[in-house]
């Protein structure tokens, strides 16, 4: 699907000033002080960037960034991509030989890093020869001066006066994975900004709020959310840093949005619930404010599955909590979570997207396709169809509103010996339910179902339940009760260590002599 007159990112940058009255676009803290950027100091640093890169890159470039989410690195990404060079982000707790493999499967010539990845920069030069530049973007008196030495009245004022091409590859992100298995998604500049033009059907869409921005920017869910979309809507962004300072930064930001993963929410539900415990005489809201700092009244979710029972455990503190759906292929996003939407849904279709249920698979017709994954042009043909679709290994069903849900993975299903298929995140979400269970992975082996649980230990001592093991068997029989005879677990393993999960809170599966579904 194509649309007309697409702005790109330059166009975006250009007239957000203007638009949004050059309100505070970015915020954050630095030396213990609150720093406001406004969209006119965005533009104008992101093209003093832009004309530095020119300058030392004229030809088209691709520029590995490996940095935490600072401003730095909001000026160092706009600067690359309104440039007219390709960014690869990358994760900075990477580790070197990680991160080489990103930098050499993109073939960047230049690596853009914060200090924090001082102490791999070595290692990663010595494993990738073709790098002919670097530079460390981090806050200093250094980098400060690209900001007077290309600035708008310096010699290379010029170089800025480029034309970004809407249909070139202007990012290439990483899929995190669920195997390990990483595939460079490329994007166009008009892929990314076809995500903002759709009908404004939903208040969420067109609310100007000061948002936090907690996940990392080099994951598109984030990028998408947490930078181009304020650029266009007119949100303060503030950046939280490092993960550690998530509640104090609430109480300083007052945010009116976050935007989280399930395991976030999680968290900050069970700070309310520590704060409610301990000073009983408060009311919901009140508690909830000592922690979120009292304007909090929406969370958007994304990147794995969110429990119905956190959504309504929000809503008795006043704050919304819904389930979003996207994917690096079709450019982050996909569904709007309005509040109309069931909290067991995955939000509802935008306008601009097309879908459709094949073989339960759902499968998209959207503006923010993907140009295909990096140098694999048979994986590009194995999710693209031949009449332009997206394949997105996704079951689920959409309703007559065009609320998506989903029900699992097509690459997850577990076929058993009778040919029955079961979808293992469907039994998955019902121990979820139940607060005893922390994490569960469901598999096959030797073509029984096994259900292996890391039990909440916190709860099990606040619940006085003793017998961790027993509780979760009859847990289990209780859910076989009303199962169909395919799907009823037959063994339960405990765990006494939390599961290994990707960056964005995925548990990883992995194969065990094809014994256990693959991710």
């Given amino acids: 699907m194509k649309l007309k007159n697409v702005p790109t990112i330059r166009d975006l940058l250009d007239v957000a000033p203007e638009k949004h009255n050059d309100r505070t676009f970015i915020r954050f803290i630095r030396n213990g002080e609150i720093v406001d950027k406004k969209f006119s100091e ?64 993109s073939d960047s010539t230049a690596i853009l890093y914060g200090e924090e990845f001082s102490d791999r920069i070595d290692a990663v030069k010595a494993l990738c020869p073709k790098v002919k530049f670097e530079m460390v973007i981090s806050y200093s008196e250094e980098f400060n001066k690209v900001y007077e030495e290309y600035s708008e009245t310096s010699p290379y004022a010029a170089l800025s006066d480029f034309k970004m091409d809407p249909d070139a590859c202007a990012l290439i992100i990483y899929t995190s994975g669920t195997t390990g298995d990483k595939k460079g998604v490329m994007l166009s500049s008009e892929a990314l900004v076809s995500n903002l033009i759709f009908d404004p059907y939903d208040p969420i869409v067109i609310r100007v709020d000061t948002i936090l921005s907690v996940l990392p920017l080099h994951h598109i869910f984030c990028f998408i959310c947490g930078y181009i979309g304020p650029l266009n809507v007119g949100n303060c962004v503030c950046l939280n840093g490092e993960m550690r300072d998530l509640f104090k930064n609430m109480l300083i930001f007052k945010p009116d949005q976050i935007r989280v993963v399930p395991m976030i929410a999680q968290a900050i539900l069970g700070r309310i619930r520590a704060v409610q415990a301990k000073n009983p005489d408060l009311s919901p809201k009140e508690a909830a404010a000592q922690v979120t700092g009292g304007n909090l009244d929406m969370m958007l979710s994304g990147g794995a599955h969110l429990d119905a029972a956190l959504c309504k455990a929000f809503a008795e503190y006043g704050i919304l909590l819904r389930q979003g759906y996207g994917m690096s292929e079709a450019s982050g996003k996909v569904t709007l979570p309005d509040p109309e939407c069931p909290i067991n849904s995955a939000g509802r279709l935008m306008s601009t997207i097309n879908a459709r249920i094949v073989d339960n698979e759902l499968q998209l017709d959207t503006p923010g396709l993907m140009l295909g994954y990096y140098k694999r042009p048979e994986e590009t043909a194995e999710v693209i169809t031949e009449d332009g679709w997206l394949r997105t290994g996704d079951i689920g069903h959409i309703d007559e509103n065009g609320v998506l849900f989903i029900t699992g993975r097509l690459k997850n299903l577990i076929i058993l010996s009778n040919g029955e298929n079961v979808s293992p995140e469907g039994i998955e979400n019902k121990y979820k339910e139940n607060k005893l269970v922390s994490e569960v992975l469901v598999y096959v082996e030797k073509d029984v179902i096994v259900a292996e649980i890391y039990p909440n230990e916190e709860y099990a001592q606040m619940a006085n339940i003793t017998d961790i093991e027993g509780t979760l068997e009859e847990l289990t029989d209780k859910l076989n009760e009303t199962a169909l005879p395919s799907h009823r677990v037959e063994r339960i393993v405990i765990r006494d260590t939390a599961f290994e999960k990707t960056s964005t809170g995925k548990i990883k599966r992995t194969n065990n002599d094809n014994s256990r579904g693959d991710a």
Avoid at 44 to 52: E, I, N, P, T, V
Avoid at 84 to 104: C, F, K, L, W
């Fill in 42 to 105: 965005v533009r104008s640093d992101g093209l003093a960037f832009c004309r530095k890169l020119r300058h030392q890159l004229p030809e088209r470039t691709h520029i590995s960034i490996i940095s935490k989410s600072t401003y730095e690195y909001i000026v160092c990404m706009t600067g690359v991509l309104v440039g007219g060079h390709v960014a690869v982000p990358i994760d900075p707790d990477s580790t070197a030989e990680e991160a080489a493999a990103i930098i050499n499967d």
